[in-house]
């Protein structure tokens, strides 16, 4: 069982950036796990954003991030970054961290099986 935690969402003005942070829990090696991080937005449907293979050389970006996020992996602190700069007011969301076991990069929801609480990232413009 692998428990999930967001940080680092906030208010921030357009141009900015912010830094999430996922940090991993209970009786897991988090280095065998792929992490990916999805959004929601008001009124719309989960997406993804971006995923992390477990060692951390492979990424993968939403066509709407690629150049101005990035992901990036401690999995000696059980830990997962999305930096994100330039951020723009359509980046405005709910961010969920979400995590599986082993496997290939992946951008469907329904191939992870864990998830957070979320965190909230607020751009104005």
């Known amino acids: 069982q692998v428990q999930l935690v967001e940080s680092g969402g906030g208010l921030v003005q357009a141009g900015g950036s912010l830094r999430l942070s996922c940090v991993a829990s209970?009786?897991?090696?988090?280095?065998?796990?792929?992490t990916g991080w999805f959004r929601q937005a008001p009124g719309k449907e989960r997406e993804f954003v971006a995923a992390i293979s477990t060692t951390g050389r492979t990424t993968n970006y939403a066509s709407s991030v690629k150049g101005r996020f990035a992901l990036s992996r401690d999995n000696s602190k059980n830990t997962v970054y999305l930096q994100m700069n330039n951020l723009k007011p359509e980046d405005t969301a709910v961010y969920y961290c979400?995590?599986?076991?082993?496997?290939?990069?992946?951008?469907?929801?329904?191939?992870?099986?864990?998830w957070g609480q979320g965190t909230q990232v607020t751009v104005s413009s």
């Open positions: 979400a995590a599986r076991y082993g496997g290939r990069l992946s951008e469907a929801e329904y191939e992870f099986n864990y």
């Open positions: 209970g009786r897991t090696s988090f280095s065998m796990y792929v």
